[in-house]
C-alpha cells in the first residue's frame, strides 16, 4: 500500500530528522510504497501569527538532506504555479492543497513535471467532481482518456480528507473511497479527516482519537493508501497538533490496516 507520513511542517532540522529516522522501518517494508511528507510553507493557516515553516528555499533543502539521507520518496505542497518545477527537482509528489483543487494553472504546473500528483479533495466538494481535476492532470500529460489505471499510469492519485458539516467540523463520508476509486488510486488521509477548522481560538482543533477508527474503517472498505501527519510529541507540534499522532500511535495503526487488509485478502 501507500503510506504518506512525516510531521504537518517543517518545524526545525532538528525536529524533521528526528521524526524522519523513527520512520525508516517502515521505508523498509516490501509490502510498503512509502514517502516521506512535510511542508515548507503552510499558507493557508488560519491566524497571521501562525507559524508556517521555514520556506521554500531552505524547506526544500531541508527536504533532500532527508531524501540523501533516508533514501525516502518525498510529498510536499504547492500553493502557486511558479512553485511546481522547483519543488518538482527534490519533490517526487507535488500535492495541491484541499482548498486549491479547482485551480486550474496550479494543476497544470504541476502536470508538466515527473512528479505523481496528488490532488486532496475540496472539504467543499462533492467527490464525484474531482474527476474534473483529475483530468486536468491527465490532459495535461497529453492523455484523453480516463479511468482508475490511466490515471495510475499517468501519476495522479486523490486524496479523501473530509467533508465540511456545519460550522468547525469535518466529516468522512465513506462512500466517495468507492466514488473517487472510478478516477484515481485513492488515499485517505486520516489525521486532517478529523481536523476541526478554526475551533481552537484562532487555530483549528481536531480530535485524534477518531483517526484510528477511521483509518480501519477505510481499510475495510479498500483504498490504494493512508495519509498519517505524525510528531514525536504533537501536542508541542507548531501546526495541527490535535490531529496529529504520535508515532507509537501511528505505528499501533498501522499493525491494525495490515490485520483487516491480510483478512480481507488486500
Not at 520512520?23 to 516490501?30: A, I, P, Q, T
Not at 510498503?32 to 515548507?40: E, V
Not at 493557516?45 to 521555514?54: A, K, N
Not at 481535476?133 to 497529453?142: H, P
Request: charged share 25%; aromatic share 8%; hydrophobic share 40%.
Amino acid at each position: 500500500m501507500i503510506l504518506i507520513a512525516g510531521p504537518c511542517v517543517i518545524e526545525s532540522r532538528d525536529k524533521l530528522f528526528s521524526v524522519a529516522e523513527k520512520l525508516v522501518k517502515y521505508h523498509e517494508d516490501k509490502s510498503i510504497d512509502f514517502y516521506f511528507k512535510s511542508s515548507f510553507d503552510k499558507a493557508n493557516r488560519t491566524s497571521l501569527d501562525s507559524f508556517r515553516g521555514p520556506g521554500i528555499d531552505e524547506g526544500l533543502k531541508l527536504l533532500d538532506e532527508v531524501k540523501a539521507e533516508f533514501g525516502y520518496q518525498i510529498l510536499t505542497d504547492i500553493h502557486v504555479p511558479d512553485q511546481a518545477k522547483s519543488v518538482a527537482e527534490v519533490a517526487d509528489v507535488l500535492q495541491i492543497p484541499a482548498f486549491l483543487c479547482r485551480q486550474t494553472d496550479l494543476l497544470v504546473e504541476a502536470a508538466k513535471t515527473n512528479a505523481v500528483v496528488n490532488i486532496k479533495k475540496g472539504q467543499f466538494l462533492n467527490p464525484a467532481d474531482m474527476r474534473y481535476s483529475v483530468k486536468k492532470v491527465l490532459e495535461t500529460r497529453g492523455v484523453m482518456e480516463e479511468g482508475k489505471e490511466v490515471a495510475r499510469a499517468n501519476k495522479v492519485w486523490l486524496t479523501e480528507r473530509g467533508s465540511t458539516f456545519g460550522y468547525g467540523n469535518l466529516v468522512v463520508d465513506m462512500r466517495s473511497f468507492m466514488i473517487m476509486n472510478e478516477f484515481a488510486p485513492v488515499i485517505f488521509d486520516a489525521t486532517h479527516s478529523v481536523q476541526m477548522p478554526g475551533m481552537a481560538g484562532g487555530t483549528s482543533g481536531g480530535k485524534r482519537e477518531f483517526v484510528a477508527p477511521l483509518a480501519r474503517g477505510a481499510a475495510a472498505i479498500g483504498v490504494d493508501g493512508f495519509f498519517f501527519e505524525t510528531h514525536d510529541n504533537p501536542c508541542e507540534a507548531l501546526c495541527d497538533g490535535p490531529n496529529m499522532l504520535n508515532l507509537e500511535d501511528f505505528g499501533k495503526t498501522i499493525e491494525d490496516i495490515k490485520v483487516i487488509q491480510n483478512s480481507l485478502g488486500r
